[in-house]
């Protein structure tokens, strides 16, 4: 069975495609909560996070929005 990423391994990779120094003072870019050393078992892509799409996080088991 194959280990599970590292949410800092996934920063990573967003971070070495589009570093923070790009980052505008308006955008809410980078991690907003969560523990860099957490195993990410499942990630729900979205535009906005909504109660809604908590709710199907969880339903999912997803452990990380994007």
Do not use: C, H
Request: charged share 25%.
């Amino acid at each position: 069975m194959k280990e599970l990423p590292f949410l800092r391994d996934i920063i990573g990779l967003f971070e070495s495609w589009a570093p923070g120094a790009l980052q505008e003072n308006y955008d809410n870019s980078g991690l907003q909560t969560g523990d860099p050393s957490m195993r990410i078992e499942a990630a729900l892509l979205t535009i906005d996070v909504t109660e809604e799409v908590l709710d199907e996080a969880i339903q999912k088991g997803a452990n990380l929005i994007i």
